[in-house]
């Protein structure tokens, strides 16, 4: 699990300019919701980013689902994304 929380945290760093980003596991706070799978993440991405906080927070969050797009068909179940300056 650390080594693809690793993995998107490098993806995201060979596309989008940041300055911090924490990559948060809430997974087990939908254990018994009707389409939990544990082979899928509900990931909450905070992102510190003077560039993303500079666009509207639609196109920041275009940009960052466009980046992990194939995750999002085979790894990220849900994904929450804060942006901050």
Do not use: C, W
């Amino acid at each position: 699990m650390k080594n693809y929380f690793k993995y998107i945290h490098q993806k995201l760093k060979n596309e989008i300019e940041f300055e911090d980003i924490e990559i948060v596991d809430n997974s087990n706070k939908h254990k018994g919701h009707r389409f939990y799978s544990p082979k899928k993440f509900h990931l909450h991405i905070k992102i510190k980013s003077l560039y993303l906080s500079s666009l509207s927070r639609v196109s920041a969050q275009k940009i960052i689902m466009r980046v992990l797009s194939e995750d999002l068909k085979t790894k990220i179940h849900a994904l929450e994304i804060s942006i901050d300056k």
